[in-house]
């Protein structure tokens, strides 16, 4: 499956750290690949979670995995 990126998502991830940002999309290319993450289902929406520390990538899965909203764990569910 191929991970696909809205502009907000990628500005948002152009503006954490480096070593987050990197581990971040590794995360995301493993889960679209082989399911595996920590990744869980948000309730009455038709999103998914995936966490790597502090930091949170909201997405649909489609045809493709579509990155929707890139945070912090504090700001992401606002």
């Known amino acids: 499956m191929e ?3 809205r502009r907000s ?3 948002a991830m152009e503006r954490m750290p480096a070593n ?3 581990a971040l ?3 995301l290319k493993r889960y679209a690949a082989s ?3 920590d990744v869980i ?3 009455a929406r038709n999103e ?3 966490r790597h520390g502090d930091w949170r990538a909201i997405f649909v899965i489609e ?3 579509l990155v929707v909203r890139v945070a912090h764990r504090r700001d992401i569910y606002k």
């Open 48 to 50: 998914w979670r995936l």
């Open 35 to 37: 399911g595996e993450g």
């Open 20 to 22: 987050d940002r990197d």
């Open 9 to 11: 998502a990628t500005k």
């Open 41 to 43: 289902k948000l309730s």
């Open 63 to 65: 045809n493709q995995l």
């Open 3 to 5: 991970v696909v990126y």
């Open 25 to 27: 999309k590794a995360k």
